[in-house]
Nanobody, 114 residues
Framework: QVQLVESGGGLVQPGGSLRLSCEAS????????MGWYRQAPGKPRELVAT??????NYADSVKSRFAITRDYAKSTVYLQMNSLKPEDTAVYYC?????????WGQGTQVTVSS
């Protein structure tokens, strides 16, 4: 069983930055792809970014502003979010695939507002 725990969400002003963390209960060598998704009120969940051992992928809406990275020693994947906009407001979820199964964290709220 894989557990994912997100942290780092909060309230930030437009133009600000946040870094989200997703700590896995197993070595992330076993988990790929890993990714971040988000869901705004009344909207479907959407892909933000994914990472594999050899590549990263971003939604067009966050390219050049967000960066996904991983720290194998800490079994943690990060999402650095810069130049935040009100439309980035959502619950952000960490995801991972292992053994053909999808795993999800509980989500962390990000609110961008002045």
């Amino acid at each position: 069983q894989v557990q994912l725990v997100e942290s780092g969400g909060g309230l930030v002003q437009p133009g600000g930055s946040l870094r989200l963390s997703c700590e896995a209960s197993v070595s992330i060598f076993r988990l790929w792809p890993m990714g971040w998704y988000r869901q705004a009120p009344g909207k479907p969940r959407e892909l933000v970014a994914t990472i594999t051992p050899i590549s990263t992928n971003y939604a067009d809406s966050v390219k050049s502003r967000f960066a996904i990275t991983r720290d194998y020693a800490k079994s943690t994947v990060y999402l650095q979010m810069n130049s935040l906009k009100p439309e980035d407001t959502a619950v952000y979820y960490c995801s991972a695939m292992s053994g053909g199964k999808d795993y999800w964290g509980q989500g962390t709220q990000v609110t961008v507002s002045s």
